[in-house]
């Protein structure tokens, strides 16, 4: 070993040593890319994360399941990944803030909660509470997959989410589109309420 060795530190401890994305057990991304198109598909982005943290889990660990269906029908197995992601954490020494039944109940109730309101408003003639309240959850539903994300991360061995951090055409075009329809529900709500408060004063 050469003295220039001896005083040269290991690739691996300086965190330069490459990531290999075959090897990640859950879906890696940045946090700052789910929470932008998160936002910018209404909340809508959970099939898709769900179903690429299936397929992944499925390459390596288990064979059996079905990704598309479990995406699908994400609600029934919310409980299943959110376990599955902390029982890798607790394998792997990594300490969580949160417990997986408990996150994965509130997630779960908050998209049925969602649904309804959906529903509510798209019946309701006027505007209301409940429209404002049908947008503002999709930032609520965004803080459990959020949590779980930070942790999934860790357990790839790549806690900025590196392997998927930069933008491709299609989050591109999805963001525009989202951006396109976030003005929209804007403009409409506002028009919603000027004709509202005409109503009561004329």
């Known amino acids: 070993m050469s003295e220039k060795d001896i005083y040269t530190a290991p690739e691996s401890e300086l965190g330069n040593e490459p990531i290999d ?5 859950f879906f890696p991304t ?3 890319k789910l929470v932008i198109l998160f936002i910018a598909t209404f909340g809508l982005y959970p099939v898709y994360w769900f179903y690429k943290n299936w397929v992944l889990h499925k390459k390596n660990v288990e ?3 079905m990704p598309l269906l479990r ?3 994400y609600i029934f197995f919310t409980h299943s ?4 992601v902390e029982d890798a954490a607790m394998r792997k020494g990594i300490s969580i803030s949160w417990s997986a039944g408990p996150l994965a109940a ?6 049925i909660v969602s649904s309804i309101l959906d529903r509510t408003a798209e019946n309701s003639p006027t505007i209301g509470i409940v429209d404002y309240a049908s947008l503002a959850i999709v930032f609520v539903l965004l803080g459990p997959i959020y949590m779980v994300q930070e942790v999934v991360n860790k357990i790839n061995d790549d806690p900025q ?5 930069s933008f491709s055409i ?3 075009i999805f963001i525009i589109i989202g951006v396109l329809m976030w003005m929209l529900v804007g403009v409409g709500l506002f028009q919603l309420d000027i004709g509202f408060i005409n109503q009561i004063y004329h």
Not at 81 to 84: D, I, K, P, S, V
Not at 106 to 111: G, N
């Open 63 to 65: 064979k059996k399941i």
């Open 106 to 111: 509130i997630f779960v109730i908050l998209t």
């Open 81 to 84: 990944l959110f376990r599955r």
């Open 21 to 25: 994305e075959s090897k990640c057990k």
């Open 71 to 73: 995406a699908i029908f």
């Open 30 to 32: 940045s946090q700052r």
């Open 170 to 172: 299609y989050n591109f």
């Open 161 to 165: 989410g590196r392997l998927n951090s």
